[in-house]
Each structure stands twice: as C-alpha cells, then as structure tokens.
C-alpha cells in the first residue's frame, strides 16, 4: 500500500484505484457484517482486488476501442 501510494500520482489514485476502492468499502459495509475483523478485512481486500482487476481490464478494454477508432488516413 505504502508503494502504490509512494509511486503514483493523485490524479492516478483518483481516476484508476478511487473508484473500485469506494464500490467495494460499501459492499464490504452493507454484506460483510458480523464475521470478525480479520474475515471482514480479507473479505474487503479480496472484492477490491477482484473489482479492481475488472475495472482495470474494462478500461484498457475502453481505451484501446478510443485509441484505434481516431482519425483515418
């Protein structure tokens, strides 16, 4: 964690991590109740990885669709 927040900038943390991060806190509020802390936390460490690895393939996914439709020649 210390890395990821070391060695990006605020707009990448923003726009790449922000949003799985904030979709997974609030599953992880509403479902994960009453299994202790440490079954909670891996729980919430889990579905973020899941989302976030989702959410990174649907916007590479987005941005090569964005890339390759500009301008022809």
């Known amino acids: 964690m210390y ?3 070391r060695n990006s900038s605020l707009r990448t943390l923003l726009s790449v991590q922000a949003p799985p991060l904030l979709v997974s806190f609030v599953i992880a509020s509403l479902y994960f109740r009453g299994w ?3 079954r909670e936390c891996l729980a919430f460490l889990a579905l973020w990885f899941v989302l976030d690895a989702g959410y990174t393939y ?3 996914l987005l941005w ?3 890339k390759s439709a500009g301008p022809t020649q």
Do not use: C, N, V
């Open 58 to 60: 649907a916007r590479s």
């Open 64 to 66: 090569k669709d964005s």
């Open 3 to 5: 890395t990821l927040l």
């Open 36 to 38: 202790g802390f440490a």
